[in-house]
């Protein structure tokens, strides 16, 4: 009784500036969950072990997962305006319309194992610049709480970007399918990274700013021009710094090696989205669904590198699996996207019409084929040789 009502408010008023709200509210719970991180469980400078790093991942894993019954409910009784006026591939186009419950769950749950799927890569380049670098084990965190921080923002503008662009122009989403075709053979066909060190970014930094190449801590900036001495906390027995002489301490900040790892998390993450965030138009249009999967699958990503940097290896195909994934999708837009335009072109002599891959379906999909990915990865295992090549 309760919720119809609630509805009917709903209703009556105006969904656009109703769902503004949903967002202020996700935004909220998610500065929340970042405060919490840093401020309470990762105050002190420490080497995250295995089993904090899987409890973190559970803990991530599951507050992304329970979403989805949030997403069910909110849908399908339209709290916030959630599922009114929301934007919808109908046939070969976009339109408004009445989005429900069911719907939008599995819309939800397919992006979300989509990005996580795609952020295994991911893992594979902050290894990489980590140790190029050489960061301190103790030290990665703050890297990797930052780079999300980033990450947020930098997703937020794309996908903002992206909704408007698709609605506006729907030919997109046939860019869109052939950029993710092109990105799954890309990563077919080419087997390495870019060394960090030659980034032009990484140079333009070293050229303009005044950086050192020693650690001061977990500081990203330091006036230090000697590399700090320790000791060792008679009372605490934690390892603290020793008093910098004043004649060291210089009057310009310097760029520690911690924030020249930072740039390079922001840049890895800004090219990855660049993959992602197409993939998952390919499921829905909904930004609110897109905007959240997105965070969700990224927020875990701290932990889930900590569990997987060192073992991530031994599942030799995954890298296959996210490039049927990448092809699939990309697929998907096309059958959905291009059909209108070839008959308006002329290119088929014969009508023909868009097919849309439904959301169900799509999520076996993906789930299969990870799945199928682990079990031989598990059964056939990289040889020796293969491994140290």
């Not at 780079?147 to 030919?171: F, K, N, S, V």
């Not at 046939?174 to 980034?199: E, V, Y």
């Not at 020693?214 to 330091?222: H, L, V």
Request: net charge neutral.
């Amino acid at each position: 009784m309760i919720l119809s009502i609630l509805a009917e408010t709903v209703i009556a008023a105006d969904p656009a500036s109703m769902k503004m709200w949903a967002y202020i509210g996700f935004i909220g719970l998610v500065m929340v969950f970042l405060a919490l991180d840093l401020g309470v469980f990762h105050r002190e400078a420490h080497e995250v072990s295995m089993k904090e790093s899987i409890t973190w991942s559970v803990i991530w894993l599951a507050c992304g997962l329970s979403f989805t019954g949030f997403i069910y409910y909110a849908y399908q009784f339209h709290w916030l305006g959630l599922g009114l006026d929301t934007p919808k591939y109908v046939g070969g186009a976009i339109a408004l319309g009445e989005v429900t419950g069911g719907t939008a769950a599995i819309q939800y749950l397919t992006g979300y194992i989509v990005e996580k799927s795609l952020a295994m890569d991911n893992i594979f380049v902050i290894a990489m610049i980590f140790g190029y670098f050489a960061i301190p084990a103790k030290y990665q965190h703050r890297v990797l709480f930052w780079g999300i921080i980033g990450a947020l923002i930098m997703r937020g503008g794309m996908i903002y970007l992206g909704a408007e662009l698709i609605m506006r122009y729907t030919w997109i989403l046939i860019i869109f399918g052939f950029f993710l075709i092109l990105t799954a053979l890309k990563m077919a066909l080419i087997q390495s990274h870019s060394d960090p060190g030659k980034n032009p970014i990484v140079k333009l930094a070293k050229r303009f700013f005044r950086t050192v190449e020693f650690y001061d801590g977990q500081k990203f900036f330091t006036r230090r021009t000697v590399a700090p001495t320790y000791m060792t906390d008679p009372k605490t027995g934690k390892e603290t710094h020793a008093p910098a002489d004043p004649s060291t301490l210089s009057a310009r900040w310097a760029i520690t090696p911690l924030f020249l790892a930072l740039i390079m998390v922001e840049i890895t993450d800004l090219v990855f989205a660049v993959d992602s965030i197409p993939a998952i138009f390919a499921i829905t249009p909904d930004p609110f669904i897109v905007f959240t999967s997105n965070i969700f699958a990224i927020l875990g990503l701290r932990a889930l590198y900590f569990c997987l940097a060192a073992l991530i290896a031994k599942f030799r195909f995954l890298k296959p699996a996210l490039i049927l994934i990448l092809g699939f999708v990309g697929i998907k837009l096309l059958l959905l996207a291009a059909p209108p335009y070839f008959n308006d072109m002329g290119l088929s002599a014969t009508e023909l019409k868009s097919i849309k891959i439904d959301p169900f379906v799509s999520l076996v999909i993906v789930l299969g084929t990870l799945a199928v990915a682990t079990v031989m990865s598990i059964l056939l295992p990289a040889k020796e040789d293969e491994k140290t090549a």
